[in-house]
């Protein structure tokens, strides 16, 4: 199992998840859990979609779960996951060895979205969590190669800048 988390401009790919296979659903009154064969755990909301090899949302084939009989679901999801992304703007795409494509939506959503490893928190729909476990490599946006510097600190919000002037030192 690779241990790291690819990190590029918008986007993760959790690669600890990669060739993980989902062995059982368990399913609440607001959420779906669905347990993996690695001790991961994925927490989707009944507005989590599955679709066959399309992610459009326009797509006549894409569905909430809620679409299918759980029976159904069930037997869609139980698959090997071969590409799971999650998005920095709260949404996700796992794709299936069979062909299917879970699909959280990115809009404000309500509905829980998460990804447990053993019990430890990993992922939510506001980012990664500040896990040690798993290394995260950043992906540099024009070349593709591994970022191996620091990022910039942000700016400071209590930062008292004059943008009317023309001093630069000002």
Not at 25 to 40: A, C, K, P, R
Not at 80 to 108: H, Q
């Amino acid at each position: 199992m690779q241990r790291e988390i690819i990190e590029h401009e918008d986007r993760w790919i959790i690669l600890p998840l990669r060739q993980s296979r989902i062995v059982a659903t368990e399913w609440h009154s607001n959420q779906v859990d669905l347990i993996l064969d690695t001790g991961f755990k994925v927490v989707v909301g009944y507005d989590a979609e599955l679709s066959l090899r399309t992610s459009k949302e326009e797509s006549p084939g894409r569905h909430e779960l809620t679409h299918w009989s759980s029976e159904e679901a069930e037997r869609i999801l139980e698959s090997e996951i071969l590409s799971p992304v999650f998005f920095k703007s709260g949404g996700a795409r796992i794709a299936l060895r069979n062909g299917w494509l879970l699909l959280l939506a990115d809009r404000p959503a309500t509905s829980p979205a998460a990804v447990y490893s053993q019990s430890s928190l990993l992922w939510t729909r506001d980012g990664l969590s500040s896990q040690t476990e798993y290394p995260v490599l950043r992906i540099d946006p024009w070349t593709g190669q591994l970022v191996t510097t620091l990022e910039w600190p942000p700016r400071p919000s209590d930062l008292a800048i004059n943008y009317e002037s023309d001093d630069i030192n000002e």
